[in-house]
């Protein structure tokens, strides 16, 4: 997973991944088929890895504002301290393979999907709770968080200014 999302797919060789898995090639292409199915696979193991650490922050007791920041401040300081700036697997997945793999694009909506739903359950209960004020349809205000949440992670690639980033946070929750 680490060698496909330092290098993408692409420029990812088989010797890359023989290094890093510790196989030799033939028992990499028994064990995984093709690049593209341990592709696939190292990405589906991203996906549920991130899910699990997203939704514990969705999760966690407290106000569901205050759960929104932590969960992009969690993004925010992951990617800033990642040497490699290796942002989203799932976006830069979504970027390099997409068009062309419809299995990694179906991969990437169902990573996108589960965090809506999270985030529209979440963002309902604040509703309900008079905590989130604004009127829209709680999916709408879920994709519209997710779009920022999924921007920053776009950002945190080239931008090093924490604060400007979390100025995205502070502009998306008071559009809440």
Known sequence: MDVFWVKGF???STEDLCKSTGLGKGSLYNAFGSKQNLYKQALLQYVE???QAQLEILEHPGPIKDRLRALMEWVIDTDLNDPDRRGCLSINAAMERGRKDHEVARA???HFARLEQA????IAIGQRSGEITSKRPSLELARFFRSSYYGL???TKVEQDRD???DVVE???AAL
Do not use: I
Request: proline share 0%.
């Open 10 to 12: 692409n420029a990812c």
């Open 49 to 51: 890895l991130g899910l």
């Open 119 to 122: 985030l529209c359950h979440v």
């Open 164 to 166: 400007a980033l979390l």
């Open 171 to 173: 502009g998306t929750l």
């Open 108 to 110: 990437v909506r169902h």
């Open 153 to 155: 992670r776009v950002l």
